[in-house]
């Protein structure tokens, strides 16, 4: 006669609820301190309801300085208006527009930028900037920090109760990565003037949680900062079509170059600022 075999219990058995226990199809609690987004759309998707403080936030973009401040901006403010502390900016692609923060409630004498020479200066300089008491958050741009790296930095800011992110390009996707959260950012053409109100697509990539597979469409910026974005892409553009114009005009040797025009010209083809750019890319 054989042995009766062994019941064994599958989830489905078990109560819907039991008290601390965590079911991987339900959204975490999350961690014990959280900063809320800004965005309540994206607030709702995240365990404890925001941004986790004292953890690594990882987010993944096509290109480089697009929607970093459009999209953590809001927490940076409300989280400056209670708590002491500086903003450290580790490497950005550009230089960050005082005005643009100001507007939306971050004064630019919180805000420390660090600019570093190489991959590695980078990343020392983040670490440096959690092991501070004085520091609020740090947002660091890292496109080649390998997975052990950003572990240090989590527990630099675990260590700390800090904010972090770090920026990375979307190819990162497919690398491990100890963030606690991880997210993707695109733009994002909202219905109406997509020019005064560029918004964002967000993807969460991972979360203690289910898998987010629908997108969340989140808002553009600040109303005032889209309408200096919009103005400073159209002026660009303005100067784009003179150089253009001009070196078509410079191409065909029949037609002389008037020289009042060619300061113009030279001034288009020199033109540049950082906002300037990400206007560009973000209300084209």
């Known amino acids: 006669m054989s042995a009766p075999r062994p019941h064994f219990r ?3 058995d078990l109560p819907s609820a039991v008290p601390g226990v965590w079911h991987a199809d339900a959204l975490g609690a999350g961690p014990q301190s959280a900063q809320p987004t800004g965005y309540a759309l994206l607030d709702a998707q995240l365990p ?4 986790p403080v004292g953890a690594l ?3 993944l973009q096509p290109m480089a300085g697009l929607h970093e401040w459009q999209l953590v901006l ?3 403010a409300q989280a400056a208006a209670r708590r ?13 527009f005082g005005p643009a923060l100001k507007a939306q409630g971050l004064s630019a004498e919180r805000v420390c930028v660090v600019r570093a020479d190489g991959a590695k200066a980078a990343l020392w300089a983040a670490e440096q900037a959690l092991r501070c008491r004085d520091v609020l958050a740090v947002m660091a741009w890292l496109p080649q920090a390998q997975a052990a790296a950003l572990r240090r930095l989590q527990l630099a800011a675990a260590q700390q109760q800090q904010l972090l992110w770090v920026f990375r390009p979307v190819s990162a996707a497919r690398q491990a990565s100890p963030a606690l959260l991880r997210l993707q950012v695109q733009g994002l053409a909202l219905p109406g003037d997509a020019a005064a109100s560029p918004g964002m697509q967000v993807q969460i990539l991972k979360r203690r949680g289910p898998p987010l597979v629908q997108g969340l469409d989140l808002p553009g910026c600040h109303p005032r900062l889209a309408q200096v974005l919009a103005a400073q892409a159209g002026r660009r553009r303005a100067a784009q079509w003179m150089a253009n114009a001009m070196m078509e005009v410079r191409s065909n040797a029949a037609v002389p170059i008037r020289p ?4 113009v010209m030279a001034g288009a083809e020199r033109r540049g600022h950082a906002l300037d750019r990400n206007a560009v890319a973000v209300v084209r």
């Open 10 to 12: 599958v989830a489905s």
């Open 260 to 263: 009042a025009l060619a300061p």
């Open 84 to 96: 002491v502390g500086a903003v450290v900016v580790v490497a950005p692609p550009y230089e960050p």
């Open 74 to 76: 809001p927490a940076l």
């Open 57 to 59: 936030s990882e987010v």
């Open 48 to 51: 404890g309801g925001g941004w």
